[in-house]
């Protein structure tokens, strides 16, 4: 296991949270885990580091997804209107979307 300089662990491959399963330029946003609330580069990462599958958070909940490149962190429904961050200005991963219902708990 790896940690970044802003708290982000994983199977990392760089400090802005890229990790070994997703590593494009655009994959530099971490989620926190609902059970144990981690910031992790990818469930893939958590579920192969930690005793537990990752665990949803309620997607209002502050402070849930951070952009690795700078460290802002928003609720996950916040992020999800976002294309980029708003304090750095790099873009995110569209195809992040698909992980939705992992990330974040949508009822």
């Known amino acids: 296991m790896q940690v970044t300089s802003k708290g ?17 330029v655009l994959d530099i946003v971490a989620n926190r885990c609902g059970i144990c609330g981690k910031f992790y580069s990818c469930y893939k990462c958590h579920d192969e580091l930690e005793n537990h599958k990752f665990g949803p958070i309620p997607q209002d909940e502050e402070n849930s997804v951070m952009c690795g490149v700078c460290g802002t962190v928003y609720s996950y429904k916040e992020y999800s209107s976002l294309c980029s961050c708003k304090n ?5 991963n569209p195809k992040c979307a698909l992980h939705k219902s992992i990330y974040a708990n949508l009822l």
């Open 8 to 24: 982000i662990y994983g199977r990392l491959t760089d400090d802005a949270g890229r990790c070994r399963h997703y590593n494009s």
């Open 88 to 92: 750095c200005k790099s873009a995110f």
